[in-house]
């Protein structure tokens, strides 16, 4: 049975970035109720309600996987691992983006799966891909005569596609019979420690935990046998599943992985409600925070044109009178308004200056690659806000 938990209010679609903010463009702007639920049977925590895929995944996505060093590195890394564990001939990539991941495979064994157009674009000329959704149409019109996938793998994507049944059934046809499907997604535990309520909005159907991976490939025939803790996007699980009859064997690391699960609550609905509270707690004192600063008459930016930061804004109801603007290096970010709140997103080059005080840490996820780049403005007094895991002024 799904119980509800947590409700983040009227949300706009994260990635409808606004080219201007004209009468008749605010009038056609969607938005829908954003709230969260947990399935006592399965574990399994998802949106309440999803929004449909074909207003989400248009020819205008906006978000580059590549555009983060540390997402080119852990993904070329992650490639070599994968390579080397596996040894696979045929590989596939579910929501491929611009290519990041998989390019790191020889270009004739790979297959991409891109369902907006202007990414598909980019990879179309150098590697097979098909600018469709993933589904059971797509698994068959793939691999009705083609060799079957001996690795299929997807970040940040499984979790994105509602109906999960026909995304397992269509891996399973898909699959060799020791073939591996590998999924990164941002972990449930991280979630709940981080306090990260942004990781929910409209892409995000579902947050992924190991106990709910392992009953979801249960059902179809599939076992979850393997997993990987690993920092990308604030805490993520790498989960490896195959056929319920291949070679793999139970790893100790899953079964450790899983009882901590069971240790910090993830299979209890008060650890979700206690979540809820915290979360209020986190609005308040972020809103807190920039009214103080802006008393004292402080120049707040916010960094990264993230998704994650959508739910933020309009959670709490950030706009201009707080934050002046957003930088991102994404060029088809800038010169647009944030959904919903309608901030103007600039280049860092033309924003990230002097005159900036605070910067909230959209992209807090990559905290670290920020920090680095950014010491000239740490040097001369400026601040990061943060509010993961807890609203705060980051010390240096
Ligand atoms: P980032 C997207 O979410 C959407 P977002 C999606 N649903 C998902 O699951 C995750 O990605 C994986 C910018 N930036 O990766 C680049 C700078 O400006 O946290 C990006 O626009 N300067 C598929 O949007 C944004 O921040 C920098 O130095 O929440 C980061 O977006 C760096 C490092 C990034 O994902």
Same mark, same amino acid.
């Given at each position: ?10 949300? %706009? ?39 449909? %895929? ?15 060093? +540390? ?14 564990? !596996?040894?696979? $001939?045929? *590989?596939?990539?579910?929501? #491929? ?7 790191? @495979? ?22 097979? +891909?098909?600018?469709? @959704? ?23 994507? *499984? ?32 979630? *709940?420690? #981080? ?29 979850? &046998? ?44 008060? +650890? &979700? ?17 920039? $009214? ?6 402080? $120049? ?12 933020? !804004? ?7 009178? @707080? ?24 280049? %860092?080059?033309?924003? &990230? ?16 690659? *920020? ?17 993961? %895991? ?7």
């Amino acid at each position: 049975m799904k119980k509800k938990f947590l409700n983040l209010g009227k949300q %706009p679609i994260a990635n409808s970035f606004l080219a201007s903010v004209s009468k008749k463009s605010l009038r056609k702007e969607f938005f829908y109720n954003l709230s969260v639920s947990f399935d006592t049977k399965n574990y399994l925590v998802s949106l309440t309600n999803s929004v449909n %895929p074909k207003i989400q995944y248009t020819s205008k996505y906006a978000h580059r996987a590549s555009e983060s060093k +540390t997402m080119r590195e852990a993904f070329k890394k992650t490639a070599y691992k994968l390579k080397r564990r !596996f040894l696979p $001939k045929k *590989i596939m990539e579910i929501g #491929s983006n611009d290519g990041v991941f998989i390019k790191n @495979f020889n270009k004739k064994d790979i297959i991409a799966v891109e369902p907006c157009r202007n990414l598909a674009n980019l990879t179309k000329d150098t590697f097979k +891909t098909y600018p469709n @959704f993933w589904n059971l149409t797509l698994a068959k019109k793939i691999f009705n005569k083609n060799k079957k996938a001996d690795l299929i793998f997807s970040a940040n994507t *499984i979790s994105h596609i509602p109906n999960i049944k026909e995304t397992f059934r269509a891996i399973k046809f898909s699959l060799s019979e020791n073939g591996v499907l590998v999924i990164e997604d941002p972990s449930l535990k991280s979630v *709940i420690k #981080s306090n990260s309520y942004d990781q929910f909005y409209d892409e995000h159907v579902y947050v992924f935990s190991a106990l709910a991976i392992s009953k979801i490939a249960k059902k179809f025939d599939l076992k979850l &046998f393997d997993v990987d803790e690993i920092e990308n996007h604030g805490g993520s699980l790498r989960y490896y599943i195959s056929k319920k009859n291949s070679k793999f064997k139970t790893t100790s690391r899953l079964k450790k992985i899983i009882k901590l699960e069971n240790l910090e609550g993830l299979n209890n609905f008060k +650890t &979700f409600v206690k979540f809820a509270q915290r979360i209020k707690k986190s609005k308040n004192d972020l809103i807190r925070l920039l $009214k103080k600063l802006k008393k004292e008459n402080k $120049k707040i930016i916010s960094y990264g044109a993230t998704y994650k930061s959508t739910t933020v !804004f309009n959670y709490c109801n950030i706009d201009s009178k @707080f934050l002046d603007y957003v930088t991102d290096t994404t060029l088809n970010k800038q010169g647009k308004f944030t959904p919903g709140k309608h901030i103007p997103i600039i280049s %860092p080059e033309s924003g &990230f200056n002097k005159s900036v005080d605070y910067a909230f840490l959209g992209a807090w996820n990559f905290k670290k690659e *920020i920090l680095k780049k950014e010491k000239d403005f740490i040097k001369r007094g400026g601040r990061f806000i943060s509010h993961v %895991p807890k609203v705060k002024i980051i010390k240096i």
